[in-house]
């Protein structure tokens, strides 16, 4: 069954939570069973939104993890699905 | 304009229904509000927007109806320095029925999923030319508000025969109720206990909608 963006949200951050909060993005993309575009395309907007946080180490190397934010949505996220549903508001 | 006929034991009553369903129209629109912020999901953000403009109305009719009630429109134009009373009823009545019709055109844009905007402005405009240009403007309101609501029920129908979930029943249900209700309304000037029903069917409505979003939310 094809995904939509809530879905896809929910499973970027579901990985990270999981995973202890603290992932290389070639992981994410791995767990997450997207495309190396698209992820970008997900990750940039999960940082615009602050549901996740990028941090750089060394070698310019990059990790990701939830933040407060994020963590709010994973505990809201089966209410949002149902009322998307509920109201037939997907795209 | 004319002015519903409500039962003088009602009075008071229907403000207090009225101030009810704000409430519930503003948590929804909030709700929907902020899924639209964590999902980007747009019709999210219009559908919040529906809810808001419904939510004002009924703050607006129950705002008119708790001057009946306290008899205090008198007092009010008074204080406001407006010296025609029914001028001031005019306008409040007028302004309840721009924010319901607004909401109800918004609410069908967002179940038409379409992204055609003109479509959006020539049902707001189409709907307000009926209202204004006819001799019964409180009749045409209610059978502008009717249709909507009828309209709407059916996507929530269509929406529940795709999906057979609780919340997509309640809704369905909610919806339904609110076309029987708009339909009471329409009827009730000629008798007050129509006036009541409409206001019980609205809250049946209304109490099926905070149901699904407590069930949701726990």
Redesign the interface.
Known sequence: MKRN??DI?HDILIVLKERGNNMKPTHILYKSNLSHKMLKLYLG?LME?E?VREEAIKDGKKRYSLTPKGFD?LR?F???K?????????? | MDFPICPTWFLGFDAIFELAFAIVAFTIAL??Y??Y????????RL?AASFTFLGIAYVLQSLFNMLTWRNAHEQLCSALRISSVAIFQDIMIYSFFLFLILGLVTLFY??M?TKRQRLYWLLVALSFATIILSPHPLVASYLVALIFYLWIFL??V??YS??H?R??L??MFAFGLFVLSATQFLFGKTGGILYVLAHIFQLGGYVLLLV??Y???K
């Open positions: 963006r809530l949200i907007e939104k549901l949505f809201e089966s209410a949002m149902g009322f998307i549903e509920s109201y037939g508001l997907e795209e | 709700f929907a902020k899924v912020r964590y999902s980007g999901v747009k019709q999210g559908f967002v179940t999923k996507h929530f269509q929406n795709r999906k979930k919340g997509s309640l809704v699904n979003f069930v949701m939310k």
